[in-house]
């Protein structure tokens, strides 16, 4: 489950968590895990040791799992799915039940990305929040809303338009005594202030 990468770069441990009681159970198969695993494979150039898991959508569950990655040592938690309004949909109050600081720009930049696409993007409930030093996202559950609500949108010629949330990602980590993430600029360029960037 590790990503091959240069030794230059500092190695960070990522939690990737797939919230789905289908999922969890066998009836269908998981696809958040692998689009998270690829996307983040893609996007860094660190060597990444993943902690994935398959949940069910119960809250406690999910909140002792965000607890126990990030006790793990995972400088970044992403999960997908449970988001939405449904009855079931528990993602969010589980990560907030976790939570040292809440993290709003997060959800709100992933619902004006996703509002691109769907009207009913502001259905979705994602938030983002810090517990000790990790940082713990709520993803989409489509491979393709994760790969968008990360990356950004780009225009015809492949110039960005609107920065996806991972941009913001590499400092906010920084900023919370993580490891120094450095970003492949062609999948998403990370933004830090010049005094944040650490000389190559």
């Not at 713990?136 to 950004?152: A, V």
């Not at 015809?156 to 600029?185: K, R, W």
Request: glycine letters at 8%; a negative charge.
């Amino acid at each position: 489950m590790n990503a091959p990468a240069s030794p230059a770069f500092d190695a960070v441990k990522i939690g990737i968590v797939s919230i789905s009681d289908r999922a969890s159970t066998g009836v269908y198969v998981d696809k958040g895990l692998p689009a998270l695993q690829d996307w983040l494979t893609r996007a860094l150039h660190n060597p990444i040791q993943f902690e994935p898991r398959l949940i069910p959508d119960d809250q406690a569950t999910i909140s002792a799992a965000l607890i126990e990655l990030v006790e793990a040592g995972c400088a970044l938690v992403l999960t997908t799915g449970g988001t939405g309004p449904a009855l079931r949909d528990v993602t969010p109050e589980a990560t907030l039940a976790v939570a040292h600081k809440e993290m709003p720009g997060f959800g709100e930049q992933m619902r004006q990305i996703s509002l691109k696409f769907v009207p009913t993007a502001i259905l979705s409930r994602q938030v983002a929040v810090i517990r000790e030093q990790s940082l713990i996202i709520n993803l989409p559950g489509q491979p393709k809303s994760i790969q968008e609500t990360l990356e950004g949108l780009r225009n015809a010629e492949g110039e960005s338009v609107m920065a996806g949330i991972f941009a913001a990602v590499p400092y906010c980590i920084d900023l919370i005594g993580g490891p120094y993430l450095e970003t492949n600029d062609a999948v998403c360029k990370a933004f830090r202030p010049k005094s944040a960037i650490r000389p190559r």
